[in-house]
């Protein structure tokens, strides 16, 4: 009986050194809420870990990665910026980002540039062939009318 007991343990034992940390005893990563503003307000922005949010707004973003916050807004260039998460080592549990609030000016953008509309043209005019001039009739004395002039 005592070997059954030393051999389940050992095994027992054996099994825990296999076996990794179980998921509820990791910690959760911290999260921090990112202020995020526009000029002029109203943008969407949308940050690379799934946030979207009108501006101005705040999110909240797990702190265990940079990312970006991207900014759109019909009629303007849209802007992205990156944001770091900064780890202070004497306070390792209040993690800070940097820019914060994330800003960003939004230029307008260009007009879409004009085509050009050649001006229609006019289809050519078929030429039609100059008539002949009537010969002139032989000067006829029964004729009610007087020959022109040069006829004679």
């Known amino acids: 009986m005592r070997i059954f007991v030393v051999v389940a343990a050992g095994l027992g034992l054996a099994?825990?050194?296999?076996?990794?940390?179980?998921e509820m005893f990791k910690p959760t990563p911290t999260a921090?809420?990112?202020q995020i503003e526009s000029l002029p307000p109203g943008a969407e922005a949308s940050t690379s870990t799934g946030q979207t949010c009108k501006t101005p707004c705040s999110v909240s973003v797990a702190a265990e990665n940079n990312f970006t916050v991207t900014f759109a807004l019909p009629k303007y260039q849209s802007e992205t910026v990156p944001v770091q998460i900064i780890r202070d080592p004497a306070n390792p549990g209040f993690p800070s980002i940097d820019p914060n609030p994330v800003y960003a000016e939004l230029q307008p953008a260009a007009p879409p540039p004009k085509a050009r509309r050649a001006a229609p043209r006019a289809a050519p005019k078929a030429r039609k062939p100059a008539a002949a001039a009537p010969a002139p009739a032989p000067a006829d004395a029964s004729s009610p009318f007087?020959?022109?002039p040069g006829a004679r």
Do not use: I, K
Not at 15 to 21: L, Q
């Open 146 to 148: 007087p020959p022109p």
């Open 32 to 34: 921090v809420t990112v």
């Open 15 to 22: 099994g825990c050194s296999s076996v990794s940390m179980p």
